[in-house]
């Protein structure tokens, strides 16, 4: 005991034996490092590893609804569906107030949409009521009118049996009615000012329960029917200004019978067909929200009453499809990011619904590539050839939208060219 307490470590003898290895470890040490690098770098060679584009997905099984925004700010005309109703296509929901009356843009509309290329005697057979209520549209129409005498005039030459004397008599009596025409159009708007102003009063009565329910439809009937026959009394000023036209060009000689002539006011009145036939689309598209596809109507009530004045690009409402799809998925992705992802790549797709360690994941593909960036972001379809099917062998319940987090493999990338470019980088 009293020996090994004298021995003095940091002797030369001492601490040469500790700084000397193994004799076994200088001539096969070099050699194991070596056989182990050379391991390793032969199995990371076979070992590869995805490489990954990471991104949100929303995953569908039914067609999302449909949102139904205003286009124009204005006042609530009337609402024409039940809220969580069903409707179909293009059937009518909102109606806003304008200067026109929607059942007689209906009817225009549908009459317009039966002439399908139409021949130069459809075009000069078509006609609209003078009793239509038609705002901004009565422009368009009267310039169609205009120019739908002049094409009849080539095919009915009506004044060749005239002379100068009896044009003159013609435009003279054809004035004349044009003013007294106007007279009657400034008293009616008078009367129709006053008629709208006892229709407010009768309004606010009726809200206070001071009148009955009854006496504003009275009112209201009076005050349509005033403007329908302000109406009729515009269109005929606007028929004998054509008249007056036509018999001026009859004149002056204008009118000659050549076919070239003919032709170019056949082309015109196509032309002015075309204008009518937009300028009841952008009424339509204004003043009107229609339902974008078949399904169940759901308004937002608590913002959207009649009378209720509404802003531009307002949201009063979905219309929920009710047509089953099959499921696909959406990606948004920057356009950098998207560069190298093509159709066909493999999508590993989980869902936040359902966790991941629980029911695994589902593969998907990519199925197309939108060609036009949005906001800098290009749009990618996922396709599921298998189904919601995940790898556990689960297959999930297709809500009607579903967010998870989507990985697309681009490629498989050996371990050691992993290693090789972080010591490049």
Not at 29 to 37: E, N, P
Not at 157 to 175: A, G, T
Not at 195 to 203: A, F, I, N
Not at 395 to 420: H, P
Request: aromatic share 8%.
């Amino acid at each position: 005991m009293q020996d090994h307490e004298n021995i003095e470590i940091r002797s030369e003898e001492v601490q040469e034996i500790l700084g000397t290895p193994p004799p076994w470890m200088a001539r096969f040490g070099t050699l194991l490092a070596l056989l182990v690098f050379v391991v390793l770098g032969y199995v990371s060679y076979f070992i590869e590893y995805p490489v990954v584009v990471g991104a949100g997905i929303t995953v569908s099984s039914k067609e999302p609804p449909k949102r139904l925004v205003s286009n124009i700010s204005g006042r609530v005309q009337s609402i024409l569906v039940e809220n969580e109703g069903v409707v179909k296509e293009n059937d009518v929901i909102v109606v806003f107030k304008s200067n026109a009356r929607l059942e007689d843009m209906l009817t225009l509309e549908s009459k317009m949409m039966m002439m399908d290329n139409p021949s130069d005697s459809a075009l000069l057979a078509f006609s609209v009521p003078d009793t239509f209520v038609l705002g901004s549209v009565k422009e368009p129409r009267f310039d169609f009118y205009r120019q739908q005498k002049v094409l009849q005039q080539f095919e009915e030459n009506p004044y060749d049996k005239y002379s100068i004397d009896q044009l003159e008599r013609e435009l003279r009596k054809i004035q004349s009615i044009i003013s007294s025409d106007r007279k009657r159009i400034a008293n009616l708007t008078k009367q129709i000012e006053l008629v709208q102003e006892r229709l407010d009063r009768e309004k606010k009565l009726v809200s206070d329960n001071l009148l009955a329910e009854s006496r504003i439809e009275k009112t209201r009937e009076s005050l349509l029917s005033l403007e329908r026959m302000r109406e009729s009394v515009e269109s005929s000023i606007k028929n004998r200004e054509l008249e007056k036209e036509r018999i001026r060009a009859e004149k002056d000689g204008v009118r000659e019978g050549s076919v070239e002539s003919k032709r170019q006011a056949s082309i015109e009145l196509r032309e002015r067909f075309v204008d009518l036939q937009r300028a009841v689309e952008e009424w339509m598209f204004k003043y009107v929200i229609t339902a974008p596809v078949s399904g169940i109507v759901s308004l937002y009530m608590e913002d959207i009453t009649e009378q209720q004045f509404i802003k531009e690009d307002f949201e009063i409402g979905v219309v929920v499809p009710q047509v089953e799809q099959e499921t696909k998925g959406t990606i948004w992705l920057p356009v950098a990011k998207a560069s190298p992802v093509n159709p066909g790549k493999r999508v590993v797709v989980s869902f936040d619904s359902y966790p991941v360690l629980e029911f695994g994941s589902t593969i998907g593909r990519v199925e197309a590539i939108s060609q036009v960036p949005i906001n800098g972001q290009v749009a990618l379809t996922i396709d599921f050839p298998n189904g919601l099917v995940t790898e556990y062998g689960r297959e999930l319940d297709a809500s009607q939208t579903m967010k998870g987090v989507a990985n697309i493999i681009i490629k498989d990338k050996r371990f050691i060219e992993r290693i090789f470019e972080y010591f490049r980088s």
